[in-house]
Every structure is written in C-alpha cells, then in structure tokens.
C-alpha cells in the first residue's frame, strides 16, 4: 500500500510561482496513476491535473491549463505540480493522489490520497 505526503504549500502573491511535490512511500509509484485534487473553503474536492501510469500523459482542468504542469519522476518516487501565473481563485488544500488499476480522471475517486498541502494565493 502507497502512503503520500505533499509538501511545496505557502503563501504566494498573484502571479507567482509554487512547486508541490508528492512523495510516495510503500512501493514505486511507477505502477499507479496520479493525480492532484483541491479544495477550497466551502467547495466541493475537484480534479485538477492527472498523469497516465503507462503513456505519461497529462489532463487538466480547464481553469489551470497552460498555468500548472503535472510531471512524475519514478526514479524519486515523486510526483510534482508545478503552478505557475497563481491567481487568488487557485487559493485552496492540495491533494496528491494515487490509483492502481485505472487512470485518474474528473469524476473519479482514487484509492490513496495523502493529506494535503495548503496553498493561498494573496491578491
């Protein structure tokens, strides 16, 4: 079983730039999808970037598309978010999650989250 933990969360002006890493522990996160979600106060958890186990490819929400890339380095067991031109409405919790037999895709619930890394965006 895969444990995570993010880190990479803080305080950041709009327009700047932040870095969330996802460290797994447990067994190689080469063999699942991964995925971060968000969650603002008051707001229901959503999608926000996905990565393919086999092909690497990525999938994003709309909202953050051409702002935030997700990329995986299996060698360090880790996956990133890098977020980028951050607007006050990317103020939320961070996820990192993780699924074995399916790809991560809006509207489906991985297997193992981690707890999350809080990021606010000041404007």
């Known amino acids: 079983q895969v444990q995570l933990v993010e880190s990479g969360g803080g305080l950041v002006q709009a327009g700047g730039s932040l870095r969330l890493s996802c460290a797994a522990s447990g067994d190689n996160l080469r063999v699942y999808a991964m995925a971060w979600f968000r969650q603002a106060p008051g707001k229901e958890r959503e999608f926000v970037a996905g990565?393919?186990?086999?092909?690497?490819?990525?999938s994003y929400i709309d909202s953050v598309a051409g702002r935030f890339t997700i990329s995986r380095d299996n060698a360090k067991n880790t996956v990133y978010l890098q977020m980028n031109s951050l607007k006050p409405e990317d103020t939320a919790t961070y996820y990192c999650?993780?699924?074995?037999?399916?790809?991560?895709?809006?509207?489906?619930?991985?297997?193992?989250w981690g707890k999350g890394t809080l990021v606010t965006v000041s404007s």
């Open positions: 999650a993780a699924n074995l037999l399916f790809d991560i895709v809006p509207g489906t619930t991985p297997d193992y």
């Open positions: 990565i393919r186990r086999s092909s690497g490819s990525t």
